[in-house]
């Protein structure tokens, strides 16, 4: 027995250290302290066999944390609940917070977590009866388990000498009592290196279970007396219950029985043990009892049975409606957590809508600036296009004016004086001469007059596009040794002036290329006239030329510049056997 004094300030302590833990979770300003301190006060009430306030903690640590965050303080709780369901009998429960363990510390790749709630959710499907399956969690826990020293955790985690021993305790009950004192020798030896105070007794007490198995009753009784002594040294209670509750039951006795049985009624007395051993040691009694016929004795037990297991039901209710409410709680932090995820991805969204509609809107503003900018430099462009075109039209014009009524009535004048000249000179060599001078002032008014008209055929404003290129064309191959043939199919498209002399100007240059450069014996010129387009064809029989290596002369630049002008496309192709030009003039497209 130990001393009163011991046992006063014993308590005395207990209650400061207690208050004192009390004390710095009402202290806490922040969720993190109080999360951290109300999960201390649960560890602690279940070292002190207080389950009902180690739940009550429990709840406290679970409505401030996060139901769907997944860290090492989350498994911790999950292996800690299963745990307590564990000493509440709610087994299946504890089983698949285990598994709820199991899969969060899985993610973490924590490999402690993993071996404390396998172990777990074996020790509950022991208890379920599952033997097969709580070994293989306990074979789980022995796999996970971190084969150098564990770093220092909020909480205590279980040893592998627990593994160890509760191994043995499914091989006893699947009837392999020699594998089970394999597993609870290892059990033993690393409880006694490690100093378990929790490990020693629970070791002794498994033994004396085995050998009572064997009906080896000498071994089985040191060992459970062994597992008492352990036991009360190391303050845990509920392990010498279970012993005295083994040792009234085994003993022939009936002086021991009764002594053994006091024993463990007094220290129910004493001690505030958990009612899952407490029943567990009026089992066994009964049994003894039972047997010796000690009629009072078996009715005094199965009275406290009933209590406990009233008192059991009465708690297994309530634990249950708190699961009920710490589920609801959990349902409503999960849809709470969705719907603020959702908030915040609604939020997201509409800000990337946004700012995809600011860009979208800006991207659009620039691509019309840019439209814009362009169109009008396209359009400084073609007036300045015009402009030039216009201006060599307007010199051709007063070129071709001065010719004819300059130039041309000049040498008018001069042949006439001339012709009066010859009248008077008499026939001979003279006059001859002076007739020969006559032809070549006609000669020279008559390209006098063809270049006037080159230069503004008067055909395009008397009689249009078509009959001036007609004209041109039939010029041509009667002052040069080429061929042209000019075809035009539908219907002509009424047009400015100045459109059908740029067009007129195009065709123009391209025939005088095909006469001066490419030696072509023939050409082709052709327009076919549609509802909204006018296609242009000039093609030669001559040499060809390479795009690359003849330089952009004026007579071409001057093409291009028109075709730009008309808004047309031109595509050219030239071979060793001659030259194509294609042009297409959208009429949709001309600036009128």
Same mark, same amino acid.
């Not at 407490?278 to 005094?300: C, P, Q, W």
């Not at 959990?330 to 849809?335: D, I």
């Not at 439209?371 to 073609?382: D, F, G, P, S």
């Not at 002036?497 to 082709?524: D, F, M, P």
């Given at each position: ?23 710095? $979770?009402?202290?806490?300003?922040? %969720? ?32 401030? #944390? ?9 498994? %911790? ?30 993610? /973490? ?12 959710? &074996? ?20 796999? $996970? ?18 593994? $160890?021993? !509760? ?24 409880? +006694? ?24 009753? &000498? ?41 053994? $049985? +006091? ?108 439209? +814009? ?34 130039? !041309? ?20 060599? &003279? ?6 001078? @006559? ?19 008067? %055909? ?5 596009l078509v009959e001036a290129l007609k004209q041109y064309c039939v010029k041509i191959n009667t002052s040069h040794p ?21 067009? #007129? ?7 005088? !290329? ?19 387009? @006018?296609? @242009? ?6 040499? &060809? ?19 730009? /002008? ?12 001659? %030259? ?13």
């Amino acid at each position: 027995m130990r001393n009163p004094f011991f046992r006063l300030l014993f308590l005395l302590l207990s209650q400061s250290i207690l208050g004192q833990q009390s004390g710095q $979770y009402d202290n806490c300003r922040t %969720s993190e302290c109080r999360i951290l301190e109300s999960y201390k006060m649960s560890k602690y009430y279940l070292e002190s066999d207080d389950i009902a306030l180690a739940q009550k903690w429990l709840n406290k640590t679970k409505n401030f #944390y996060p139901a769907n965050k997944i860290d090492t303080l989350a498994c %911790s709780i999950h292996n800690l609940q299963s745990e307590l369901f564990y000493y509440m009998g709610l087994f299946q429960f504890g089983a698949d917070e285990a598994d709820s363990g199991i899969e969060k510390a899985r993610q /973490l790749n924590d490999s402690v977590l993993t071996a404390d709630a396998y172990f777990f959710r &074996g020790i509950n499907q022991f208890e379920l009866h599952k033997f097969d399956l709580a070994q293989q969690s306990l074979q789980q826990s022995l796999r $996970y388990f971190p084969k150098v020293s564990r770093n220092k955790r909020i909480s205590n985690s279980i040893e592998k000498e627990h593994i $160890y021993n !509760n191994l043995a305790q499914v091989k006893l009950k699947i009837s392999q009592q020699d594998s089970a004192l394999v597993y609870n020798h290892r059990a033993y030896e690393l409880a +006694k290196i490690n100093h378990s105070k929790r490990g020693i007794p629970n070791a002794e007490q498994t033994f004396g279970e085995i050998y009572l198995s064997k009906n080896q009753i &000498g071994n089985s009784k040191m060992f459970f007396e062994k597992s008492v002594f352990s036991a009360l040294k190391s303050e845990y209670y509920d392990i010498a219950l279970v012993d005295y509750g083994f040792l009234t039951a085994m003993s022939s006795d009936s002086r021991q029985t009764f002594e053994y $049985y +006091k024993k463990g009624t007094d220290l129910i007395q004493r001690k505030n043990i958990n009612a899952f051993f407490r029943r567990y040691f009026y089992e066994l009694s009964l049994k003894a009892f039972t047997k010796s016929g000690a009629t009072a004795k078996v009715i005094e037990v199965q009275e406290n049975i009933i209590r406990i297991d009233t008192e059991s039901k009465l708690n297994a209710n309530t634990h249950i409606q708190d699961i009920s409410e710490q589920y609801v709680n959990n349902e409503k932090k999960l849809l709470t957590a969705e719907i603020e995820k959702f908030r915040r991805q609604k939020k997201i969204t509409f800000l990337l809508i946004i700012t995809a509609s600011l860009c979208i809107a800006v991207m659009t503003l620039a691509i019309v600036i840019i439209r +814009k900018r362009n169109k009008a430099e396209k359009r400084q462009e073609i007036i300045r296009l015009e402009a030039l075109l216009d201006g060599q039209e307007k010199e051709r014009k007063r070129i071709a004016e001065d010719l004819h009524d300059g130039l !041309n009535g000049d040498l008018s004048a001069i042949k006439h004086h001339i012709s009066s000249i010859s009248e008077e000179i008499p026939e001979n060599s &003279g006059r001859v001469k002076l007739q020969k001078i @006559i032809e070549m002032v006609d000669q020279v008014c008559s390209q006098t007059r063809s270049i006037s008209h080159d230069l503004m055929p008067a %055909s395009i404003m008397d009689f249009g596009l078509v009959e001036a290129l007609k004209q041109y064309c039939v010029k041509i191959n009667t002052s040069h040794p080429i061929v042209i043939d000019f075809q035009y199919f539908g219907a002509m498209a009424s047009l400015p002036k100045n459109l059908e002399t740029t067009i #007129y100007r195009i065709i123009q240059e391209l025939i005088n !290329n095909a006469v001066k450069h490419s030696g072509a014996a023939q050409a082709l010129v052709q327009m076919n006239f549609h509802e909204r387009e @006018i296609f @242009i064809t000039v093609e030669d029989n001559g040499k &060809g030329f390479d795009l690359n290596m003849v330089p952009l002369g004026l007579g071409l630049k001057n093409i291009r510049s028109r075709v730009h /002008l008309l808004h047309a496309e031109m595509e050219i192709n030239s071979t060793e056997n001659g %030259s194509s030009f294609q042009i297409i003039i959208d009429l949709t497209k001309l600036v009128k």
